[in-house]
């Protein structure tokens, strides 16, 4: 079986930021304590003239740019994103950023997903290098919540006012087994809780709405408030981040103290702060973007990579997890040899 590399990584944000003062959370039901306690600070949003392929194109291009390969190199894409374009599902735009990159001998796939995205798309990624059919792979994933936000409950406002818009990018390359930088995976769905939240056409204004929808959460058959379904998202995923971590080192024969660094999904700082907790996971071998980003869905992990990265809090020869769970609920966690020299390192999110 042939072994695999990232070589790259890249992200981009739009340039406006929206602040919480933005938000008229109060007049919603939405209390300062919440706000305090969730961790959002800032999250950036798109303008008016930017759309979902161009913030991936941006990604992309520092994700080229990074792993220095020549872009007739790159044999496969892989777009992933929760959100999409409702004048425009088919085609769905993966040959379009085919052209825009200037990569014409790429394989295209779209995949849609929520929060795990990104790792299930480098899990695709993977397993298609190792079979030795395609040497590079470029995946992307974008997000563009801002156009889509349900603000009409207290419910969908503190889901809303914790998206934000941007993309990231990460390279993949077929290598030697002996230069070989992934280590393993995991990934489990679980479709026991439907939570109902997600992105759906608005019956009475025709558009893309984020939210829980008209469809009430059920859990095991019990209809659920959406206040409960919150409830019942932060109980779920606060244990099943940990297990996929510790069923992916147990089944690789990895050891945690091994582990230098771990990616983590940042939708709510109680989220992030109950994954520590239960993982057992020291806060110096973790990074926040939430408080200057918000919940970013599949992108949070890819912008963390490149964070991590850009600050040298990840090194070459550092053994890192990635992680992420997702509404469905999708889980996954990679675990990776980081390959990278500092010396490539680009510095554009430390300005």
Known sequence: ??????????????????????????EMGVGEKW?????????????????????AFHAAERAIANSKINRKDIDLLIFTSSTINLNEIIPNGV???????????????????TCNGAIMAMEMAVNIL??????????????????????????????GMSMGD??????????????????????????????????RVDNETNKLRFGFGNLPPVNNGKIL????????????????????????????????????FYILHQPNRKFIDAWRELAHIPP?????????YGNLSSVSVLVNLDTAYQQQLIKKDDTIVISSVGSGFNCGAMVWKWKLDIDKKHDYLLD
């Open 1 to 26: 079986m042939n072994g695999v590399n990232i070589i790259g990584v890249g992200t981009y944000f739009p340039e406006r930021i929206m602040n919480n003062c933005n938000f008229n959370y109060e």
């Open 35 to 55: 706000v305090n306690s969730s961790g959002l600070k800032e999250r950036r949003y798109a303008s008016h003239y930017e759309n979902l392929l161009d913030l």
């Open 95 to 113: 040959t379009e950023l085919q052209i825009k990159l200037a990569i014409p001998n790429s394989l295209c796939y779209r995949l849609i997903e």
């Open 130 to 159: 190792q079979s030795g059919k395609y040497k590079n792979a470029l995946i992307i994933a974008t997000e563009l919540f801002s156009r889509i936000l349900d603000l009409s409950n207290e419910s969908t406002y503190k889901i």
């Open 166 to 199: 941007g993309a990231g990018a990460v390279m993949i390359q077929k290598c030697n087994q002996d230069e070989n930088g992934f280590l393993g995976s995991k990934l489990v769905s679980n479709g026991e809780f439907q939570d109902r939240m997600g992105i």
């Open 225 to 260: 408030l959406a206040n409960e379904a919150l409830h019942k998202i932060k109980e779920i995923t606060s244990e099943t981040l940990p297990q996929i971590i510790e069923g992916t080192l147990e089944e690789n024969n990895i050891k945690k103290e091994n582990i230098d």
């Open 284 to 292: 110096q071998k973790t990074l926040d973007t939430l408080d200057k």
